[in-house]
């Protein structure tokens, strides 16, 4: 059931959602940059508290992905993506504070960061939901990139304006920052219409929910891959994410100002990618697409970690771009088809059980990178993980619509025996 729109225009509401995420995502990017090297300077973090830092950014995936897509069903989506943004606003909001009384550890760090994690999981699964309840169906495609698009350039910005304000300002000052952006977000989206929709007398156990769209995302001849695909990404991206800060700085001696521009690569690579998925998934089919996207992916990973001195930094921009826009087509592509092809019922329990098994691989991505950095090397590290990019392009080769041009939609669907 679509959003009571009374005294509001789609077109008003669609935007103050954006302005709404546009807003925490530039604070976002910024802390981004901020938290690992407040972790470096601040506190001299070794590679596992690195690694442990950026898995705990991603772990209540593990822990509460699945039911997510319960909880959000059975909460006001509205509601829930404000108590998500004030949840965030503390837990990064308390890092200055104890950084100002002498009090700052990497346990708080880690604990800001669970935080921000486990609200995180129910304001994606819930922001997700919204989207196509707030837009026509023939435009969730070009809203879907429009919302990747605008990722990319907070991407681009951020960091890079991150990076310029920590070495103003510092490290731990500029998560401010961070926490006062979600909190603008919040009163955005608390001036958004509630769900309006019919309440059941008594809801089903949570665990029969939850396995109803877990199966349903497993079997379904596109999705299921789709997934897969999705959860070799990821753990490649939580070991750049728990690596890249330390190889620019320690491997190639990058000062905090030039980590926030060369970080800012992989928004350009996102904007390329989203300003560009429309168009080429409609030349190449949305099917085809993906697994051509999937080994641009590839190629941009094992770019990244090459060369020395200034070649190194050319490389690391040019493998992000490749990576990050190969990434962004199977991201905007596939999170468009779950939308358009998921029964509404079902909806955020499919987006949430495909997060809770893609996005569980960023934790993981990040401990293992954490792990073997020590003794391998940050450089090693990233062109080992790069290989495990190879899985997306080739689950879709394996899958049941590897010979179709487009992604089948309900009355179309891929029949598997």
């Known amino acids: 059931m679509k959003l009571t729109r009374s005294g509001w225009g789609t077109v008003s509401v669609f935007w103050r959602w954006w302005a709404a995420g546009t807003t925490s995502g530039l604070g976002s990017a910024i802390g981004g940059v901020a938290l690992p090297l407040t972790a470096l300077a601040a506190l001299d973090a070794t590679p596992f508290e690195m690694g442990l830092i950026a898995a705990a950014r991603y772990a209540a995936w593990i822990v509460i992905g699945l039911p997510a897509g319960v909880i959000v069903q059975r909460l006001p989506l509205r509601g829930a993506q404000v108590g998500a943004d004030l949840a965030r606003a503390a837990a990064v909001g308390s890092i200055p504070l104890a950084w100002w ?131 070799a990404v990821n753990f490649v991206c939580g070991a750049q994410l728990a690596l ?77 771009l490749a990576f990050s826009a190969g990434v962004v087509v199977l991201s905007v592509t596939t999170r468009t088809y779950r939308q358009l092809a998921s029964p509404p019922e079902l909806l955020s329990r499919v987006m949430a059980t495909v997060r809770f098994v893609s996005w569980g691989a960023i934790p993981v991505g990040g401990l293992v990178a954490g792990a073997l950095a020590g003794p391998l090397g940050t450089r090693a590290t990233l062109l080992a993980l790069a290989a495990v990019t190879v899985c997306a392009p080739l689950v879709w080769l394996l899958s049941p619509v590897r010979g179709l041009r487009d992604l089948p939609l309900p009355q179309q669907e891929v029949v598997v025996r």
């Open 101 to 231: 009384a002498g009090q700052l550890t990497i346990a708080q760090l880690v604990v800001a960061a669970l935080v921000i994690s486990f609200a995180n999981v129910i304001f994606d699964v819930a922001n997700s939901t919204f989207l196509p309840e707030i837009v026509d169906r023939d435009q969730l495609q070009s809203r879907n990139s429009l919302a990747s698009g605008t990722h990319a350039t907070t991407e681009l910005g951020g960091p890079s304006l991150g990076g310029v304000i920590v070495q103003t300002l510092g490290a731990v000052p500029t998560l401010l920052v961070d926490a006062v952006s979600y909190l603008v977000s919040a009163l955005l989206l608390r001036t958004l219409p509630a769900r309006r929709t019919a309440r059941p007398d008594r809801w089903p156990p949570v665990g029969a929910m939850i396995r109803e769209g877990f199966a349903y995302v497993v079997r379904h001849p596109a999705m299921g891959p789709g997934m897969w695909a999705a959860t």
């Open 244 to 320: 890249y800060p330390l190889y620019l700085v320690r491997d190639l001696d990058a000062a905090p100002g030039l980590v926030g521009v060369l970080l800012a690569a992989d928004g350009v690579g996102t904007l390329i990618g989203a300003a560009l998925t429309t168009r080429f998934t409609d030349a190449a089919g949305t099917a085809r697409g993906l697994i051509i996207a999937g080994f641009v992916a590839v190629a941009g990973a094992f770019a990244v970690p090459w060369g020395t001195g200034t070649a190194a930094y050319a490389s690391f921009v040019l493998g992000n």
